[in-house]
């Protein structure tokens, strides 16, 4: 079962943005830490941003300074700000409710050259 809905994905050229979405399947709990990870073809899953409760931020060095990771509580939503994508950022993204450790299905990103 789904527990949380990423959206946002999709197909760019290099220097590109994308900003994905996070939230709870059916908007039926509070989502606090919340980590985006990724992973590509034949790759293990990396982390790649996290945001605790006191919206303290953490960025893997990757992508630090291209991606910014931030809430709407009133959306109850968690968005990931990518900018300057690379081809090396292709790859599914996961959303991680880091309490429950909940995860949603995945928004494909791809970055074309």
């Known amino acids: 079962q789904v527990q949380l809905v990423e959206s946002g994905g999709g197909l760019v050229q290099a220097g590109g943005s994308l900003r994905l979405s996070c939230a709870p399947a059916?908007?039926?709990?509070?989502?606090?830490?919340v980590a985006w990870y990724r992973q590509a073809p034949e790759k293990q899953r990396e982390l790649v941003a996290s945001?605790?409760?006191?919206?303290?931020?953490f960025y893997a060095d990757s992508i630090k300074g291209r991606f910014t990771i931030s809430r709407d509580r009133a959306k109850n939503t968690v968005y990931l700000q990518m900018n300057g994508l690379q081809p090396g950022d292709t790859a599914v993204y996961y959303c991680?409710?880091?309490?429950?450790?909940?995860w949603g299905q995945g928004t494909q990103v791809t970055i074309s050259s």
């Open positions: 059916g908007n039926n709990f509070k989502i606090y830490s």
């Open positions: 945001i605790a409760n006191d919206d303290t931020t």
């Open positions: 991680n409710d880091v309490w429950r450790e909940y």
